[in-house]
């Protein structure tokens, strides 16, 4: 399944996802695969997306139910049919966009301890956590606990909203702002 479209290329989010992806990368191919191998030990192994596993699935489906495309840009609505209604949903992503969606990071290594944001466990020293930077740097997870506050899903590709210092997959965010169509599943103008 190809995720990234040709309208999906040109989307600003995507741009800066596809940035920022880039950037934890380009760490040493070894402390790239420690970190990983660290974070994904501290799911549950039913989420875990090895290949071919039901990890696997839940993550592609989760995509399509946390970042519905129809979400992310006009190309995927249907139902927009006059410029004003447009205009009104581009001003909603980019507002989006720039105050709320953003791209939490695991830090291998915290340096200081600090209470989990959802659990409120702590957190310790050397430990690892999950930011999300749009809440700042002292704000961490468990990797097991950076779940949507709606649905409680783990929030796929540690892609989050912030709404009220909570932070919600992208589907969850939406719907705070605007009610959602039952038969088609866009946001209502």
Do not use: F
């Given at each position: 399944m190809g995720l990234l479209t040709e309208n999906m290329r040109g989307d600003p989010f995507m741009i800066r996802f596809m940035q920022k992806a880039g950037e934890f990368f380009r760490k040493t191919k070894d402390?790239?695969?420690?970190?990983?191998?660290?974070?994904?030990?501290q799911l549950p192994n039913n989420v875990v997306p090895r290949t071919n596993s039901s990890g696997e699935k839940l993550r592609e489906k989760?995509?399509?139910?946390?970042?519905?495309?129809?979400?992310?840009?006009?190309?995927?609505?249907?139902?927009?049919?006059?410029?004003?209604?447009r205009k009104v949903y581009e001003e909603f992503v980019n507002a989006r966009n720039?105050?709320?969606?953003?791209?939490?990071?695991?830090s291998s290594n915290i340096n200081k301890?600090?209470?989990c944001h959802k659990c409120s466990g702590i957190l310790e020293t050397n430990e690892m956590a999950v930011i999300a930077p749009k809440l700042g740097d002292s704000t961490g997870w468990h990797p097991a606990c950076f779940t949507c506050q709606t649905c409680e899903q783990l929030?796929?590709?540690?892609t989050y909203c912030v709404k009220d210092n909570q932070i919600y997959c992208e589907r969850h965010y939406a719907e705070?702002?605007?009610?959602?169509?039952?038969a088609c599943d866009e946001i209502m103008r």
């Open positions: 402390n790239w695969l420690i970190d990983v191998e660290e974070y994904m030990s989760q995509l399509l139910v946390q970042l519905p495309r129809q979400d992310l840009s006009v190309a995927y609505c249907r139902h927009l049919t006059t410029q004003t209604e720039e105050i709320a969606l953003d791209i939490g990071y695991v301890a600090m209470e929030l796929v590709d540690l705070l702002h605007k009610p959602r169509c039952s």
